[in-house]
């Protein structure tokens, strides 16, 4: 095994880290750390920043995030088919066709129960 053939692995993998690492760690140290009611109000998340961690709060986030996850990966599946589509020809299409028909059927499901109403 020789070293020289993984240093660009081990170069890549030390810039990215890098590129990762670097600005949170000097924002850290060199930003202002002067927290006020305004940063600290809710803004997102619907409740207090700094309440008890084990208060109920509104479902419809936990259902929201597992349809964003959902739908995400689904769509993450379109990558390496939309790369090798001219390898797996005509059936990897119509497969794929498929699939994306079983998406939509399930999205419009969950649009027509409402699941994506916010009120």
Do not use: T
Not at 104 to 118: I, M, N, R, S, T
Request: net charge negative; aromatic share 16%; charged share 20%.
């Amino acid at each position: 095994m020789n070293l020289a053939q993984y240093l660009p692995v081990l170069l890549f993998i030390l810039i990215g880290l890098l590129v990762g690492v670097a600005p949170q760690v000097l924002g850290h140290l060199l930003g202002p750390n002067k927290p006020d009611d305004e940063k600290n109000s809710p803004y997102e998340c619907g409740f207090e920043a700094f309440e008890d961690a084990r208060m109920q709060f509104d479902v419809r986030y936990y259902l929201v995030a597992i349809l964003f996850i959902l739908f995400d990966l689904e769509i993450a599946f379109l990558f390496p088919w939309a790369i090798a589509l001219k390898e797996i020809g005509f059936i990897g299409y119509i497969s794929m066709m498929i699939f994306l028909g079983i998406l939509v059927v399930g999205f419009a499901y969950e649009w027509k129960k409402g699941a994506l109403d916010w009120e």
